[in-house]
């Protein structure tokens, strides 16, 4: 069992930075591989970034990619994703999701159902 728990977000400006944390806990955090998903109002939950067990391997979406990083801490059991040139349209609810991987340097994880567990989400509101 992991437990998730996203923070950082907030409300800024197009144009801005982020960077969004999600601190996991109750199981070994180098056997998940992680990632990030966000969700806007009235659409679906959609994958943004992943990064394998290890931190050598990434993925991004193409809507963000160029714009956003991800990056995990081991020693703190932390994944991060820092944001910047935020546009309107990366509004969402931010959710960090853990996959139980085999394979240390996999990031290609971007369906949803391939995600074991998930964080209760952080808002991230950016104004034009």
């Known amino acids: 069992q992991v437990q998730l728990v996203e923070s950082g977000g907030g409300l800024v400006q197009a144009g801005d930075s982020l960077r969004l944390s999600c601190a996991a806990s109750?199981?070994?955090?180098?056997?998940?591989?992680m990632g990030w998903f966000r969700q806007a109002p009235g659409k679906e939950r959609e994958f943004v970034a992943a990064i394998s067990r290890s931190g050598g391997r990434v993925f991004y979406a193409e809507s963000v990619k160029g714009r956003f990083t991800i990056s995990r801490d081991n020693a703190q059991n932390t994944v991060y994703l820092q944001m910047n040139s935020l546009r309107p349209e990366d509004t969402a609810s931010y959710y960090c999701?853990?996959?139980?991987?085999?394979?240390?340097?996999?990031?290609?994880?971007?369906?949803?159902?391939?995600?074991?567990?998930w964080g209760q989400g952080t808002q991230v509101t950016v104004s034009s």
């Open positions: 999701a853990a996959k139980s991987s085999y394979t240390i340097e996999r990031a290609f994880y971007v369906q949803i159902d391939e995600y074991d567990y």
């Open positions: 109750g199981s070994i955090f180098t056997q998940y591989a």
